[in-house]
Nanobody
């Protein structure tokens, strides 16, 4: 079992920035691609960003491209999501997830093996 613990969420004004962190434990971190997803009330989780195990491949949803950046530090077992130029429509619960694969990353929630508990991000207008 892998445990994932997100932090860094909170309340921010539109145009502001937040950095989410997700610390992994319990499994070999470098065996997993990592993803960030978000969920609006009553909706399914949607892909925000993904990163391969070594950090060589990354991808971001069109809605956040140019504003959000995913990265990872394998020495710290941590994946990050830097969120800039935040908009009210970015308000959601953000989850990190781990997918045991050796190539690339995937963008469907069903393909991920482990999930964190989520962290709330609220952007005021």
């Amino acid at each position: 079992q892998m445990q994932l613990a997100e932090s860094g969420g909170g309340l921010v004004q539109a145009g502001g920035s937040l950095r989410l962190s997700c610390v992994a434990s319990g499994r070999t971190f470098t065996s997993y691609a990592m993803g960030w997803f978000r969920q609006y009330p009553g909706k399914e989780r949607e892909f925000v960003a993904g990163i391969s195990w070594g950090g060589h491949y990354t991808g971001h949803a069109d809605s956040v491209k140019g504003r959000f950046t995913i990265s990872r530090d394998n020495a710290k077992n941590t994946v990050y999501l830097q969120m800039n130029s935040l908009k009210p429509e970015d308000t959601a619960v953000y989850y990190c997830a781990a997918d045991q694969r050796t190539v690339g990353y995937r963008d469907h929630a069903d393909e991920y093996d482990f999930w964190g508990q989520g962290t709330q991000v609220t952007v005021s207008s």
